[in-house]
């Protein structure tokens, strides 16, 4: 079975524009969760769906946006990038809406994203 | 509120030699501890949970894992290190129950293994 697949894997953007990043869970995960990975530290939580409803919102401006589709897959949408807004974005998916222990999340491999 | 520290931001062994990597956590609720892997250029891959069950917890590649309660700790160990061990390893904590799936993730501690 494939993972948790992400696209595209880098993207070059300037400041002020707007990107959108997609993920596809892996086959029968319901939840996708959004990370950001800023170089040198551990990643941070953005977003999570479930069943095509936000369930969980991290300390993100309202420049981040996201949906979920119904075939379960996910976009991470940035408006009026900054260049702070450099980074990795991890997509995440798990069986279930709920506890990570029940449901783990299993990681793509990433879009990097560097801003100019 | 929850919480993760890891103690060290680089570690380096030698191949062959035990590995420690320290990890103490703080948490209001019961919590969920895991360690994660991230290889250069690669997305996290799950090395072990802690279970409530039993206190070491074996996970992949020869890792494991000691919760110690008393010590608000979770350390990852391994007895003999591997060249391909070197990678970035993140100790993370979630809820037991309810709050959905958030991980809040250390703030990582970089292996180099040397021969």
């Known amino acids: 079975d494939a993972g948790v697949t992400q696209s595209p894997t880098h993207l070059i953007k300037t400041r002020g524009q707007h990107v959108t990043l997609r993920c596809s869970p892996i086959s029968g995960h319901k939840s996708v969760s959004w990370y950001q990975q800023v170089l040198g530290q551990g990643p941070q939580f953005i977003f999570q769906y479930y069943e095509k409803e936000e369930r969980g919102r991290g300390n993100f401006p309202d420049r981040f946006s996201a949906r979920q589709f119904p075939n379960y897959s996910s976009e991470l949408n940035v408006n009026a990038l900054l260049l702070g807004d450099s980074a990795l974005y991890l997509c995440a998916s798990s069986l279930r809406e709920g506890s990570s222990y029940n449901s783990p999340l299993h990681f793509g491999n990433g879009t990097r994203l560097t801003v100019t | 509120a929850q919480s993760v520290t890891q103690l060290d931001s680089h570690v380096s062994v030698s191949e062959g030699t035990p590995v420690l990597l320290r990890c ?84 990582g501690t970089q292996l180099k293994v040397e021969l």
Not at chain 2, 38 to 48: A, D, E, M, S, T
Not at chain 2, 83 to 100: H, I, K, N, P
């Open chain 2, 24 to 107: 103490n956590y703080s948490s209001s609720y019961s919590p969920s501890l895991f360690w994660y892997v991230q290889h250069p250029n690669k997305g996290l891959q799950l090395l072990l949970k802690y279970t409530s069950a039993a206190t070491l917890v074996k996970g992949i590649n020869g890792f494991e894992a000691e919760f110690k309660k008393s010590e608000t700790s979770f350390h990852l160990t391994k007895p003999s290190a591997h060249m391909s061990d070197a990678a970035e390893y993140f100790c993370v904590v979630s809820r037991l129950t309810g709050g959905g799936n958030k991980l809040t993730f250390g703030t």
